[in-house]
């Protein structure tokens, strides 16, 4: 790596060049506004006031974001106090004058707020809804704060908080308590109930002695905008609560934030009154916390919930802590970390390609989801063939094939699951115990070399993990226990405690009477023998031991001397015919007997097996709105089913709602700029009862609006964007897309030269102008020029100029630390024009014909090839989110994901448990993008880059961060704790946290426990995508489900059923009796058919909205389940019953679709 300073000043120096040339072709007035959208935030304090800028635009930005600097400094970065106390200060109008006292409260509560949620999420300009004031009995003035959906992005714990900081400013001026009464402490439980019965489950749904015992101390009155058709189911019409609607925003401020949340916002409001902010409103809650905690304590542990909400067609790799499944281990790889963990590339073939790099996977323990990477220095997949040998399993691709081949007869072991010790101490959870590995071998045997020998010479503790496999052989590694005495080498022993103890009686019967030759065991497997030795040939196959089935023996061979060693047989010559003596059965495990045989002793070699099934495919893809359109221009009907603009053309108008200005000229149009002679013309209005356009208000009636349906001569507009294109005819694209009607407020269409340009370019707009690129993120800290596609050249220039030892850069093997604002974007075969590289490519053409042809500047990438993309400067942006962060393009994977520094993700406040983010070209972005396009519905500036994040700054991203790793390998206190199920807590592990409190630089010196060879190894599309039908998904997945020994493929088809197919069928079902219907050439929709049986608008033939097709597709793969596998008699009689009602309702003919 480089000097930070320096790549920090170059990528700044990029993007001022950028808004340079932006904020000239902005200027040019030919978009909703002639300024840049979306400015540009160096710091955390930037972003949020920025952010709230978009309701307030009189804040100071540069004031107030200069006294959170201030206030930093004194309570510490991220503190909330920094929230409390600039809330309350721009409250009392310090740094501005409002309207009113209770706006200025308000934008103290959204900076505030927006602080704690790092300026990032749209959660307080779109969760947060609003302050007003209700009555008490008394008639005093209290606070009702309303939330809705979006408040979810913000975090349960600083929606918790920040229900504290308002009641803060409530005691702070003298308002009062909220004093409810029982009705409404009966509506909060009605309420709440509802909701996460009749609408959405709750992530945590609270008892009904929890919510009274809330709802009775409130100080303030939790409210929220209605957002669900259906009201309460009781206490209705209640004074002081506006609708009998259920509020969704309430429940999930009530029930996932206050209820859940309780006891960990006291701890941080604890720190704020530390500081001197005095906030007594909550204190009941500890009483709360005590009762939360006794209702924990009461609650049996169920089983684990991953596997309940299983989904057709998408596989289960182990039930609960079934042997055969994932082996837990620890350990973090180049691509892991930050809730994503590795797998061996050989695992992903072994399961028929189902697992890929960037598949999410949902978790029995210690998390609930992460994605999965690829990692060749773990242990990979032990099967069995069909002819009775066991291999282990080390190329994806010999994996893949065996596999389809159908030579698999059995996975016994899937393989290491790769998990980050950082992930389990975020999640403050215990301990796993883990198999024994090679890391902790030598963990053991450095410390016991430095204790017995003083760096003799005999162990060199500079051994990296990685390397010990290839340098460590049997006969070493026994000297070196016998030497040192640590227990045997992890790859020289067995999974001992996965067998009976009549697998290992029949074991060492088997064993008594083979023959060593040439340094093989030879076992009798004649066919009359084989029922006798049928219980030691299947401890063989649990054991993990590798054999061959030849003719009428089994061959032990590379594991054979160990194998041996194991039970005590040492020294063997050849030719030799083995005895052991077969001991009665006793009370110990067969572990203990093994280590009373052994002269060293044998470790537990399994650990924990982690039950584990298929969430979210892999992705990476062009984001494209329904209709895949090439512009923000309305063309209502006229555009036909498709919106293309060619077909309202040859319809001659098109009707929508739009704004109209008029020029000095004379003309008028939708834009503001005149398309005669450029200039701006003036928005005019409409006055309703008139019917007539006004300059300004009615004189007569007052209200006016400033957009209104109208018919439009399309043709004229399209005319003129050629025009200025200078297309000639047999350059315009032959179909562009528009929408039908525009969501936003203003109505402000975008201008059709830039959709012609899409159209060429094969590009679709997203709902804010922008053109974006989803990827599932993946964590990197560290990579290699040969894995990327990059020349040693370019990542030079790039400022890559040493490796991570120190060396100078000069070849393509040498691993490099990633920097903070670096990404490398998917370029895999299979996605063909979809790969990033391409979509990029496209863009960038794009851009620089929209500033030669459009704006009449010159083009600013040039672009020809893939190498050239490498530099460029994007936005990246998770969904939900309000603030884009920059990044900078350094090379392309052979993976479908979005691969960034776990910096970047925190910046996105995401992590990588199957989260994916957008990509956008950072022209494209201050060139298109424009707030007028956004919809106007709550949640509309949700996933919409209102602020750029110019710097990422290790202290001012998401506190999961600062769990993170930062060691190299693991210490043996670590695997000692493990084995003991103690808490995480207890283990000592260097951690970026530890980093920053030293005054480190976080962003350099991390290291990783394990190595790739490279990163790109393994599956890069599963098999989920590329199988066109359900019904194939779900053979597929029995078929993995067969082979599985971790699962049990009975329970699975059950699973199949009742959790997904019985539900779908029967839902689509009752859809289908209450469906509506449309018109196959308009669209128009009838809630009933009329009796004329055609479009009542345009005579078109009617069709139904919910098929036939989408009531059967499930049924004949439901019915192949019950077939075939052991379903209960209650699952196959409710099957049988649905069979009756389709066919009651559709007979057994062909699919019907019209009318």
């Not at 609650?299 to 991953?306: I, N, R, S």
């Not at 209104?708 to 399309?714: A, D, G, L, M, P």
């Amino acid at each position: 790596m480089g000097d930070l300073d320096d790549y920090f000043k170059e990528l700044k120096r990029n993007v001022d060049l950028a808004y340079g040339v932006a904020n000239e072709a902005r200027a040019k007035g030919l978009d909703p506004e002639d300024f840049i959208e979306c400015p540009l935030a160096l710091t955390m304090a930037e972003r949020a006031v920025n952010l709230i800028k978009t309701v307030y635009p009189k804040l100071d930005v540069g004031k107030i974001s200069g006294r959170i600097l201030e206030l930093e400094e004194k309570y510490g970065k991220l503190d909330a106090t920094v929230a409390f106390v600039i809330a309350r200060e721009i409250a009392e109008e310090k740094w501005g004058k409002f309207e009113g006292k209770l706006d200025a409260i308000d934008a103290g509560i959204r900076v505030g707020f927006a602080y704690m949620t790092l300026g990032v999420v749209a959660s307080p300009i779109e969760g947060y809804t609003g302050l007003r004031l209700g009555k008490t009995k008394s008639g005093e003035d209290y606070f009702v704060a309303s939330f809705s959906g979006p408040i979810r992005s913000a975090g349960t714990t600083s929606v918790c908080l920040v229900l504290m900081l308002i009641d803060y400013l409530r005691e702070y001026f003298g308002f009062a308590k909220y004093d409810i009464n029982e009705d409404e402490v009966g509506r909060y439980v009605t309420e709440i109930g509802d909701f996460h019965e009749r609408v959405s489950n709750l992530a945590y749904f609270p008892t009904e002695e929890e919510i009274r015992f809330l709802a009775e101390r409130l100080p303030i009155q939790i409210d929220g905008d209605p957002t669900e058709r259906l009201e309460v189911s009781n206490f209705k019409d209640l004074a002081r609560v506006d609708s009998n609607r259920i509020r969704g925003g309430m429940c999930l401020a009530f029930g996932e934030s206050l209820a859940l949340k309780a006891e960990k916002a006291l701890g941080r409001l604890k720190g704020v009154k530390v500081n001197g902010i005095s906030c007594s409103g909550w204190d009941w809650l500890k009483e709360y916390v005590v009762l939360h905690k006794k209702r924990e304590s009461g609650v049996k542990e169920v089983a684990a919930t991953y596997i309940k909400d299983l989904v057709a067609g998408r596989p289960v790799y182990g039930h609960p802590g079934r042997s055969g499944g994932f082996r837990f281990r620890y350990g973090r790889s180049r691509t892991s970390g930050f809730s994503a963990v590795s797998v061996h590339p050989a695992t992903m073939g072994v399961t028929g390609g189902f697992l890929s790099h960037g598949t999410q996977l949902r978790l029995e323990k210690p998390t609930k989801a992460c994605v999965i990477t690829g990692c060749d220095s773990i242990d990979g997949p032990i099967v069995k063939l069909k002819n009775g040998s066991v291999r282990k399993l080390e190329e994806y691709k010999e994996a893949l094939d065996l596999y389809n081949s159908g030579e698999i007869a059995e996975i016994v072991y899937l393989g290491d699951l790769l998990f980050p010790i950082g992930d389990i101490v975020d999640r403050n959870a215990d301990l796993i115990r883990p198999g024994y590995v090679g890391e902790w071998w030598t963990a053991a045997a450095e410390i016991a070399s430095k204790d017995s020998m003083q760096n003799h010479g005999v162990f060199d503790p500079a051994f990296r993990v990685e390397e010990l496999g290839c340098v460590i052989g049997f006969e070493r590694a026994l000297e070196l226990s016998e030497e040192f005495g640590v227990p045997l080498h992890p790859d020289f022993i067995f999974y001992w405690t996965q067998i009976s103890m009549d697998e290992f009686v029949g074991l060492m019967r088997w064993l008594n009477g083979s023959v060593w030759r040439g340094d093989k065991l030879v076992l009798n497997w004649e066919s009359g023998k084989r029922e006798e030795f049928a219980f030691g040939k299947r401890a063989l196959e649990i054991l993990g031991v590798r054999h061959e089935v030849v003719l009428d023996n089994v061959v032990v061979d590379l594991d054979a001397r160990a194998l041996l060693f194991n039970i005590g047989k040492k020294d063997i010559y050849n030719g030799e015919v083995l005895e052991f003596k077969v001991d009665e059965v006793d009370d110990r495990s067969v572990l203990e007997i093994v280590n009373g045989l052994c002269s060293v002793e044998v470790k537990d070699k399994a650990g924990t097996f982690i039950g584990a099934r298929m969430g979210r495919p892999e992705k990476a893809k062009l984001r494209k709105l329904a209709g895949s359109p090439n512009v923000l221009f309305p063309v209502g009907d006229s555009g036909g089913r498709l919106k293309s603009i060619q077909d309202a053309i040859a319809n001659g108008f098109v009707k929508a709602d739009l704004s109209l200005f008029r020029c000095e000229c004379g003309s008028e149009g939708v834009f503001e700029r005149c398309g005669i002679c450029g200039e701006k013309g003036k928005r005019m209005s409409f006055c309703r009862k008139c019917n007539e356009v006004k300059d300004g208000a009615c004189e007569l009636h007052g209200d006016v609006v400033d957009n209104w349906s109208r018919k439009v001569e399309i043709g004229e507009c399209f005319d003129r964007a050629i025009k200025k294109l200078g297309f000639k005819d047999f350059e315009i694209p032959p179909m562009v897309k528009g929408v039908g009607r525009l969501s936003s407020e203003a109505k402000v269409p975008e201008d059709l030269t830039k959709g012609i340009l899409r159209a060429k370019f094969g590009l679709s707009v997203n709902k804010d102008g922008t053109i974006r690129y989803d990827a599932i993120e993946i964590p990197l800290t560290h990579f290699k020029a040969r894995e990327i596609g990059t020349s040693i050249e370019r990542l030079r220039e790039l400022g890559y100029l040493r490796d991570i030892d120190g060396a100078d850069l000069v070849c393509g093997e040498q691993i490099l630390e990633l920097m903070p604002h670096d990404i490398v974007l998917p370029s895999c075969s299979i996605l063909g024009n979809e790969a990033a590289d391409k979509v990029f490519l496209n863009i960038a053409n794009f851009v620089d014909e929209e500033l030669d042809r459009v704006y009449g500047l010159e083009r600013f990438y040039n672009l020809s090839s893939r190498s050239d993309l490498v530099g460029v400067e994007v936005v990246c942006m998770a969904p939900h989110n309000c603030a884009g962060v920059i990044g900078r393009i350094i090379g392309f994977g052979n993976i479908q994901g979005l691969l960034a520094s776990p910096y970047m993700h925190a910046a996105m406040r995401r992590d990588c448990d199957g989260d994916e983010a957008a990509v956008m070209l950072l022209m494209d972005v201050l060139l298109n993008f424009s707030r007028k396009f956004l919809p106007s519905h709550r949640g509309g500036r949700q996933d919409a880059p209102l602020v750029l994040n110019a710097r990422i700054r290790a202290g001012e991203v998401d506190d999961q961060i600062l769990f993170f790793e930062s060691c190299g390998k693991y210490p043996l206190s670590l695997y000692k704790a493990a084995e003991q199920g103690l808490h995480s807590s207890v283990v000592d592990i260097e951690l970026i946290r530890d980093k920053l409190k030293m005054g480190e630089d976080g962003f350099v010196g991390n290291g990783f426990s394990h190595d790739s060879s490279d990163f790109n190894l393994g599956n890069n599309n599963g098999v989920y995508k590329s199988l066109p039908t359900m019904k194939e998904k779900v053979a597929a997945q029995m078929e993995l489900a067969k082979r599985l020994r971790s699962v049990d493929e009975d329970d699975v088809a059950r699973l199949v059923l009742e959790r997904h197919f019985i539900r779908d069928i029967r839902g689509n079902l009752r859809k289908f009796a209450k469906q509506s219907f449309r018109c196959s050439s308009c669209n128009e929709s009838f809630r009933r058919p009329p009796l004329v049986g055609v479009c009542t608008k345009c005579k078109g033939k009617l069709i139904f909205t919910i098929s036939e097709g989408s009531v059967r597709k499930y049924f004949e793969p439901a019915m192949e389940l019950t077939r075939d596998y052991n379903i209960s008699g209650y699952t196959k009689e409710s099957m049988e019953l649905i069979g009756d009602y389709i066919e009651r309702i559709f007979g057994k003919g062909e699919e019907q679709g019209t009318l």
